[in-house]
């Protein structure tokens, strides 16, 4: 029962954190210092005073930042360097004190779960940008925040729910990746051409002015 839940906390945290890193950060340690869940000896550091007030800062940039159309996106790949290897970290603290194997296992399930979350929100979100009106990008944002909260709610209370609905979400992860770089591509692709017609306006208007 206690390795179905250390899989639960490992993967939960992993997932959480390609969605909300620091909200994931701040709301584990803050549970923990209230004593509402009993965290791991590795992650018992989350509690502490500085730790949470930084998560607690940056959790508010971070709600701000993904509430704002194509900013989003840019904080997107700015922590494409930060979410996917903390997440990495929060699964293999959660094994810290378990067996070499154990702690391998767990560093290669967070990083994978926490690189497919990441990639297909910041995807997602390209994609959502090219759309001109702003509702459908608070829409996805709001959405994430209430998947984040469910997850961790699912991670501690309900373990074997929330290993189910990881799996479920690694094969729609499996499933979506093939379209968002499709998407990816045509958005390239369109941006080489609007690029190529402006660059051509401006050599056109250089000759017109000698």
Request: no cysteine; glycine share 10%; aromatic share 10%.
């Amino acid at each position: 029962m206690e390795l179905l839940s250390n899989l639960a906390l490992a993967g939960g945290l992993a997932w959480a954190s390609g969605i909300r890193l620091y909200a994931t950060l701040f709301i584990a340690g803050l549970l923990g210092r209230l004593g509402y869940v009993s965290l791991p000896p590795a992650l018992d550091l989350l509690t502490h005073n500085w730790v949470l007030i930084t998560a607690g800062v940056l959790m508010v940039g971070e709600f701000l930042a993904d509430k704002i159309p194509v900013f989003d996106s840019v904080w997107d790949s700015i922590h494409s360097f930060i979410r996917i290897p903390v997440g990495t970290l929060l699964a293999w603290g959660v094994f810290k004190n378990s067996g070499a194997d154990a702690q391998i296992a767990a560093a290669l399930l967070g990083g994978a779960v926490v690189t497919g979350t990441h990639v297909a929100k910041s995807g997602t979100r390209a994609l959502i940008n090219t759309s001109p009106e702003p509702f459908s990008n608070w829409g996805a944002s709001a959405t994430e925040d209430v998947s984040l909260l469910g997850i961790l709610y699912l991670a501690w209370q309900h373990p074997l729910v929330l290993l189910i609905a990881l799996a479920l979400f690694i094969a729609l992860i499996v499933w979506l990746l093939p379209k968002i770089v499709r998407g990816w591509r045509a958005i390239s692709a369109q941006w080489r051409k609007m690029r190529g017609s402006f660059n051509a306006s401006s050599g056109d208007e250089r000759a017109g002015w000698r």
